[in-house]
T-cell receptor, first 115, second 114 residues
Framework: EADIYQTPRYLVIGTGKKITLECSQT?????MYWYQQDPGMELHLIHY???????EKGDLSSESTVSRIRTEHFPLTLESARPSHTSQYLC??????????????FGEGSRLTVL | KNQVEQSPQSLIILEGKNCTLQ??????????LRWYKQDTGRGPVSLTI?????NTKSNGRYTATLDADTKQSSLHITASQLSDSASYIC?????????????FGRGTQLTVWP
């Protein structure tokens, strides 16, 4: 079992609400990632971080924001949720060196539904 | 365009039978190829990672093969069990970008019936 945790596992909220999806890992990995996955579709990278105070946008444009104040913590925030944000959000971490992504360890995911 | 295509999209087999899942990719320059297993409602779990020089890698009843010349990989599952029911995702990494970017397939949904 990988030591990477996501909360909440399931969240149903109304349009316009602010939400934060939490992700924590205890493996000391510098690299952390957020992916978005819709049913039957491939994972899309929306944010990544190479270490504390480092955050970058991924390939898929997202209205969410992330922060990396501590190595183990990589929360994702939506200031004003919309139905189009309904999706599965997966957090991952890796110990890859340099350009090497390394083996990815995923959390269990947060299933977000915006009404 | 860098892409990863998996086939079949879905597969149903009986418990105890073997099956093979396919992955074709156009990612270049190639770094490594990974297979993940994703149970419904859970995060993906790594099965194997293969580099250019590796053409076979096993993890228990799972055996992955890689042909870097034809840009094809397969995942063979032996003596399937009910717990093998999951989506199997092929992921290819390139070595041409600063990120070591990963390209994900859409997965093959495997269902094992008793």
């Amino acid at each position: 079992e990988a030591d990477i945790y996501q909360t909440p596992r399931y969240l149903v909220i109304g349009t316009g609400k602010k939400i934060t999806l939490e992700c924590s890992q205890t493996m000391g990995h510098d690299k952390m990632y957020w992916y978005q996955q819709d049913p039957g579709m491939e994972l899309h990278l929306i944010h990544y971080s190479y270490g504390v105070n480092s955050t970058e946008k991924g390939d898929l444009s997202s209205e969410s924001t992330v922060s990396r104040i501590r190595t183990e913590h990589f929360p994702l925030t939506l200031e004003s949720a919309r139905p189009s944000h309904t999706s599965q959000y997966l957090c991952a971490s890796s110990a890859g060196q340099g350009k090497n992504t390394g083996e990815l360890f995923f959390g269990e995911g947060s299933r977000l539904t915006v009404l | 365009k860098n892409q990863v295509e998996q086939s079949p999209q879905s597969l149903i087999i009986l418990e105890g039978k073997n099956c093979t899942l396919q992955c074709n990719y156009t990612v270049s320059p190639f770094s490594n190829l990974r297979w993940y297993k994703q149970d419904t409602g859970r995060g993906p779990v790594s099965l194997t990672i293969m580099t250019f020089s590796e053409n076979t890698k096993s993890n228990g009843r799972y055996t992955a093969t890689l042909d870097a010349d034809t840009k094809q990989s397969s995942l063979h599952i032996t003596a399937s069990q009910l717990s093998d029911s999951a989506s199997y995702i092929c992921v290819v990494s390139d070595r041409g970008s600063t990120l070591g970017r990963l390209y994900f397939g859409r997965g093959t949904q495997l269902t094992v019936w008793p």
